[in-house]
């Protein structure tokens, strides 16, 4: 652990334009020092069933592995993104420990390491597609859970999508949107997966673009009906196709992950 600790103020360093004096040689010694002791700790957790306790209490923090994950030295990346997945998947709450991460750049700093990543470095590949999918597993447990119009944070977000004026054309400010039947609105989200997490979707796209959100809305009302754009039906349809593309509620050992850079260039990849 003070290998990492003594090691991560050469983090940012230049490894790849630096000559070879005897100063950059101490680093590159330094750096191979640092790359063993991640990929140690990384077989501990990995492999021991009481590994991530051990190296818990050995004082490892996350910010120690973190520093190391940086675009101008894909070998240290490389050990220490392998640690940083061992250890998302030894998490009891994983959505806790996702939001430490992203608070330590981690998300940014794959992106900067995915731009530079070249043949010669594809090992970090796995790495990079399995903490995109230890990302996208974190939306499991509302893609397992049917919406419940009696649970307040469900009756807020389907509140959150209403369209007030739409009361003044139709019976309630729900209608036009979509819902298989306005009055039961829970309905379309019973199916799981995805279940919840058609309306997280649903909720986030109407926070980050409400206006636009309103305009298609009102837009396709003046259409022909069977022209009009069923909204939420529509939103569980795709969200079902990506649930199943991403492979969001399978394993991630024996499955082929296609790796998606919008999952580290964009703050919600769904």
């Known amino acids: 652990i003070s290998t990492l600790t003594r090691n991560s103020s050469i983090r940012d360093s230049e490894y790849n334009n630096r000559t070879l004096d005897k100063s950059s040689t101490a680093e590159d010694d330094s750096l191979s020092l640092a790359q063993h002791t991640l990929s140690v700790l990384d077989s501990v957790v990995r492999y021991l069933d009481n590994g ?4 818990t209490e050995m004082g490892l923090q996350p910010s120690d592995i973190t520093v190391f994950l940086s675009d101008t030295n894909l070998d ?15 998490q009891d709450d994983k959505q806790s420990f996702y939001h430490m991460l992203v608070e330590l750049n981690v998300r940014v700093n794959l ?4 731009r530079v990543v070249t043949p010669i470095h594809m090992d970090i590949g796995g790495h990079i597609t399995e903490f995109q999918h230890h990302m996208l ?23 959150n999508i209403r369209i007030e004026t739409l009361a003044d054309q139709f019976t309630t400010p729900w209608d036009g949107m979509g819902f298989t039947d306005p009055n039961d609105r829970q309905l379309d989200f019973q199916t799981t997966p995805p279940g919840l997490l ?17 305009e298609i809305i009102l ?34 050992i024996g499955v082929e992950i296609e790796f998606l850079p919008v999952a580290f260039s964009h703050d919600n990849v769904l």
Request: glycine content about 2%; hydrophobic content about 45%; aromatic content about 12%.
């Open 137 to 159: 597993s974190l939306h499991v447990p509302a893609s397992e859970t049917p919406v419940d119009i009696t649970d307040d944070s469900h009756a807020a977000m389907l509140d």
């Open 76 to 90: 240290c990346a490389q050990y220490a993104l392998a640690l940083i997945n061992a250890i998302f998947a030894k």
């Open 52 to 55: 991530y306790d051990v190296v």
């Open 111 to 114: 992106e900067r390491v995915v």
């Open 219 to 252: 837009e396709q009302l003046r259409w022909e009906a069977d022209r009009r754009f069923p909204f939420v039906r529509a939103s569980v349809a795709v969200t079902e196709i990506l649930y199943q593309y991403l492979k969001i509620g399978k394993d991630y």
């Open 198 to 214: 058609v309306l997280h979707c649903i909720s986030y796209y109407v926070q980050k673009h409400k206006a636009k959100h309103r």
